[in-house]
């Protein structure tokens, strides 16, 4: 596979705006393991290679097991998840797969029982945002394989 276009070469106003979502999703609370957890969910579900690589990579050095990268994919067959990872697993997938699921009541009312209205609209924020860099990173055929891992680790 060959890259089509570097976007981060193009409409700097859109790549800053996009960049601007990103460093409000790191502040507002959420544990960065499990954004990347998250975001790595979206990426699997929309087959964005550049993204899984990237924030599996991120997971790791945030500090996330192996075990449950692997099992990722297959998180409600699993236990090594907790009530609050699966109902946010669960509304990620619903907001990624919003043209099929609508978000459904019972998604969000299990949310609920575990996020603040706050956290769920953040977490909204985050699954609408990272849908966004998948769709641009699959449609410009963005190259996995040279992410090195960031810093921050919080």
């Known amino acids: 596979m060959t890259s089509r276009i570097d976007y981060r070469q193009f409409s700097q106003e859109a790549l800053q705006a996009m960049l601007a979502l990103e460093k409000y999703l790191s502040s507002c609370g959420f544990e960065h393991k499990f ?25 790791r050095a945030a500090g996330e097991t192996e075990q449950r990268l692997y099992a ?46 706050k956290e ?7 699954a609408a945002t990272i849908n966004a860099w998948n769709r641009i990173a699959v ?5 996995p394989g040279r992410y090195k891992a960031r810093t921050v680790t919080a």
């Open 120 to 126: 769920l609209v953040d977490l909204t924020y985050l």
């Open 72 to 117: 990722l994919d297959a998180w409600r067959e699993t236990p090594f998840f907790d009530d609050r990872e699966r109902a946010a697993l669960a509304w990620i997938e619903a907001v990624t797969l919003v043209s099929q699921t609508h978000v459904p009541d019972a998604v969000y009312d299990e949310a609920r029982k575990h996020f603040s209205e």
């Open 35 to 59: 954004m990347h957890l998250l975001k790595l969910r979206a990426s699997q579900i929309n087959g964005c290679a550049y993204c899984i690589d990237m924030h599996s990579i991120d997971a």
């Open 139 to 143: 449609s410009m055929r963005a190259l």
